[in-house]
């Protein structure tokens, strides 16, 4: 077998999905042909895949050092060095790539996305439509970069134009799952509204008759699933919910046994840990992390304080729970004696390791939200190398919080808990027992927000949220909704954007007969 021939097996297996096998044949190819950079590059690739990134970048940097011509291989480059943070790495890779080869699509699209990481919306906006120039130009399919195009539209809040591109896309591809879906997330489903009735009949009929992947069938039956619970036909909606569930937790599987493990490691570690020996060595930066369960009101709050003149909003970040994970965590148990060490440290290695990364931000301000639901599970980690933070607790009905899980597509590994009904229930009950401990050991570090009181009652809520983070009152928290300074990058996307509701209080009563499973195992 020649070399051509034995390349094209090797991209057979990559397109398959055999990346170790990939590998193993480059690993052969490259004695009988060293310094090739085309096989370096495909040995990335196939680490890459595999999210072997270290390694991925050192073939990548072997391919470019073989041939410093190799663009391909630079924007591979590039995407690993942003896989492992090392972003300002990341970004210099990108500008070269642009100055060597202007018309290199994928670029475009790969440093939009890194721009956008880091909450520079409107920085992202220009490369993606540069990117558009670009795919015209060269007769390319833009469909990638328009759909990216369509989501930072719409976390600035931007739905005419976030809607414009979307049709941009269907035009192209009427079919476009993804796109159905973001048009889903920005419609206000209305019998009166002749254009959100219309997209149900087609997303149904794209569910019919389209040869669509599993994944996606879940995808745009969530999107349905959404659409009729607009219209406040919950025997409809439950259908869909129940199918893309159903179709999620097959194609993903559920984590529930780790997290609730986890959950109760850090209170037998903790148990015994004293919390107000706080690590001093920190910066002027102080953080108000809001968390709780994913869909309590960690979006709106977020959007309330992060409307306050004084406080800059960041958004999810996962800085937080990756630092704690790579420094104290080993195959998901935690070294409590490494806590004790880095607690009474000089050196204060979590919040150097934090704030390292949000100065990529460019934020001038100095309190910063940090929005990260699940950092409810690291509040004592918060404590003590935080110790000038604000902890905002968002809280739920319990069946309500569930519910709202359950109906909407939750793309992180993390929540692949988030498509069964008991799982979602035993993760509550998890986080509800860990957050009564952390409210026995340091009751004054965290401040609850009652989600159905705020709604309901909300300028005295919010004076008190204020309160509590040291801030003096500003009229602009009242109207969180015109904020448009912080990206919503989450499910929340539409309600945080619109002034507070009550709507959804007490939804869980139009499913209680269909989602039994879940809403008897709450304790």
Known sequence: MDFVAKVKTLQNYFKAGNYKKVIEGCKTLNKK?????????????????????????????????????????????????????????????????????????????????LKSDFNDINGAIKLYEQGLIVAKKKNANPLQILIHLAGAYNSLGKKDKATQTIHKILEIDPSNIEAH?????????SKKNEDTISHISKMEKILKENDSTDLEKAKISFALGKAHDDLKEPEKAIKFILSANNISE?????????????????????????????????????IIFICGMPRSGTTLTEQIISSHKKVYGAGELYFLSKNIEN??????????????????????????????????????????????PLNFMYIGFIKIFFPNSKIIHCNRNPK???????????????????????????????????????????????????????????????????????????????????????PIKTVSITQAREPIYKSSVNSHDYYKDHLKEMFENLI
């Open 250 to 286: 097959i194609k993903r599987k559920s984590n529930i046994n780790v997290n609730v493990n986890i959950m109760n490691n850090i209170i037998n570690i903790f148990e015994n840990i004293d919390l107000n020996e706080s690590n001093r060595s920190f910066l002027d930066k102080k």
């Open 33 to 113: 042909f060293p310094k090739n950079s085309f096989i370096l590059n495909l040995s990335g690739m196939a680490c890459q895949k595999l999210q072997n990134h270290k390694r991925a970048i050192n073939f990548f940097e072997s391919a470019i050092k073989a041939d410093n011509s190799n663009i391909a291989a630079m924007n591979n480059l590039a995407n690993s060095l942003k896989n492992i943070d090392e972003y300002d790495e990341a970004e210099e890779v990108y500008k070269k790539i642009l100055i060597k080869d202007p018309y290199y699509i994928n670029v475009y699209n790969n440093y939009a996305n």
């Open 400 to 486: 309500d919080n569930c519910l709202s899980i359950y109906k909407n597509n939750f793309s992180s590994p993390k929540m692949n808990w988030a498509f069964n009904q008991k799982d979602i229930s035993s993760f509550y009950n998890s986080y509800k027992f860990l957050m009564k401990f952390w409210n026995s050991k340091i009751p004054e570090f965290i401040h609850t927000v009652e989600y159905e009181k705020l709604v309901s009652d909300q300028e005295n809520e919010i004076k008190k949220l204020l309160k509590f983070c040291d801030l003096e009152w500003d009229d602009n928290c009242l109207n969180f909704h015109k904020n448009s300074t912080t």
């Open 181 to 189: 879906s973001i048009l889903s997330s920005i419609y206000k489903y």
């Open 327 to 372: 420094n104290f965590f080993l195959e998901n148990k935690l070294d409590k004696q490494k806590i004790i060490n880095f607690q009474s440290s000089s050196q204060n290695l979590i919040y150097n390791q934090y704030i390292k990364s949000i100065k990529l931000f460019n934020i001038d301000e100095k309190i910063i939200t940090d929005k990260a």
